[in-house]
């Protein structure tokens, strides 16, 4: 436990966090999305609980167009209003993902909004778009986004807890 994107360290086996937590980090690129993501498990391909901050969209700019992951997911909406495809999402409302499934586009509500998204795979994260013009328009962010994630797709060496056994 205890590895995330922000490498904050955990006391006393806890992290305590929020939204709000200036710790986070700004998404590459320009869309001003403050995030974490918090991995889940020695395996280098586990669970990864992703949450992120939206900022205000009041001219519904598309967020993402349509595409999938290679990975179910779940997203729960914490604050504010999300739109996948023709439905929109509110807080407290969730969307349980299979993978392979296209969905979108994606649009974030005139406030922003708040999500947790659950990635059953981490390498799943960033989206299979549908379009070859997305995948081009997307490749400087798909590129920034593997630096970044590269650190948490190694194996980790055995702890020496888990050695002892
Ligand atoms: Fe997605």
């Known amino acids: 436990m205890g590895m995330n994107l922000t490498m904050i360290k955990a006391i006393q086996g806890h992290i305590d966090s929020s939204f709000d937590d200036d710790r986070?980090?700004?998404?590459?690129?320009?869309?001003?999305?403050?995030?974490?993501?918090?991995?889940?498990?020695?395996?280098?391909?586990?669970?990864v609980v992703t949450c992120s901050v939206y900022p205000p969209n009041p001219d519904g700019k598309e967020n993402a167009p349509a595409h999938s992951h290679s990975s179910d997911t779940i997203r729960i909406v914490v604050e504010g209003r999300f739109k996948v495809g023709t439905k929109w999402y509110e807080a407290g409302e969730m969307r349980i993902q299979d993978a392979g499934r296209i969905y979108g586009p994606e649009v974030v509500g005139p406030d922003g909004c708040k999500q947790i998204i659950i990635f059953e795979k981490?390498?799943?994260?960033?989206?299979?778009?549908?379009?070859?013009?997305?995948?081009?328009?997307?490749?400087?962010?798909?590129?920034?986004?593997?630096?970044?994630?590269?650190?948490?797709?190694?194996?980790?060496?055995?702890?020496?807890?888990?050695?002892?056994?």
């Open 24 to 47: 986070w980090m700004l998404a590459p690129g320009d869309s001003g999305i403050r995030l974490n993501f918090w991995f889940m498990g020695d395996d280098p391909d586990g669970p």
């Open 122 to 165: 981490r390498s799943s994260i960033f989206p299979n778009y549908v379009k070859d013009e997305d995948t081009r328009a997307h490749a400087a962010g798909k590129e920034a986004f593997s630096k970044l994630m590269a650190p948490f797709n190694q194996p980790r060496a055995a702890s020496p807890a888990a050695v002892s056994r």
